[in-house]
């Protein structure tokens, strides 16, 4: 099987940098994905991370070691507007996502 | 830019009921799923569709589910015989490869 952790709960200031981890366990390994998803709203992919190293996306970047079978995403220059629940998945022995318990990003004033 | 759609936003039923709900995926993605979101809790993947069948399950997709593709560009979700357990949002989501895409979700509630 698969399982995925990540924090329940991150907390930050605008304009601060954010970092939220995911550890996983899985059979195989295609690639590890990150959402961002708004309270009512749909998951939104974000980014996707299938070799090591570091993908930037404007103010998120996202980051693998597969040997570590780690993640991250970080975000920088916080805005309110990024408060939301952040979601790690990946994709192990299959193309299938499993998703984690997703993390709760409050950007404070 | 094109999108995933959902109808209906909401859907009530009563116990017992039937419900289908729908979904419009991109039209050039090969790939369409659904997925479950009790409230609060996580994203669980239910059933993935290509070529027209069946392509993997989870556990909670029993022969309480189904999913069809009636046409070209709808592909729906049936659920018989709803229990009050079976209240979340389902969201359809479509990929061409590794990227998924989201419709905005049908929120079900059975009372």
């Known amino acids: 099987g698969q399982s995925l952790e990540q924090p329940s709960e991150v907390t930050a200031v605008e304009g601060a940098i954010v970092q939220i981890n995911c550890t996983y366990q899985?059979?195989?390994?295609?690639?590890l994905s990150w959402y961002q998803q708004h309270d009512g709203g749909a998951p939104t992919f974000l980014s996707y991370n299938a070799l090591d190293g570091l993908e930037e996306t404007g103010r998120f970047s996202s980051f693998l070691s597969r040997s570590d079978s780690y993640g991250y995403l970080l975000l920088q220059e916080l805005q309110m507007k990024d408060s939301a629940s952040y979601f790690c998945a990946v994709r192990g022995g299959s193309y299938i996502p499993t998703f984690g318990r997703g993390t709760s990003l409050i950007v404070h004033p | 830019e094109p999108e995933v759609t959902q109808t209906p936003s909401h859907q009530v039923t009563q116990m017992g009921q039937e419900v289908i709900l729908r979904c419009v995926p991109i039209?050039?993605?090969?790939?369409f799923y659904w997925y479950r979101q009790i409230l609060g809790q996580k994203v669980e993947f239910l059933v993935s569709?290509?070529?027209?069948?069946?392509?993997?399950k989870s556990e909670i997709f029993d022969d309480q589910f189904s999913v069809e593709r009636p046409d070209g560009s709808n592909f729906t979700l049936k659920i018989r015989s709803t229990k009050l357990e079976d209240s979340a949002m389902y969201f359809c989501?479509?990929?061409?490869?590794?990227?998924?895409?989201f419709g905005p979700g049908t929120r079900l509630t059975v009372l």
């Open positions: 899985t059979s195989g390994f295609y690639g």
């Open positions: 989501a479509s990929s061409w490869e590794d990227t998924q895409y």
């Open positions: 569709f290509y070529n027209n069948e069946i392509s993997e």
């Open positions: 039209s050039n993605h090969l790939y």
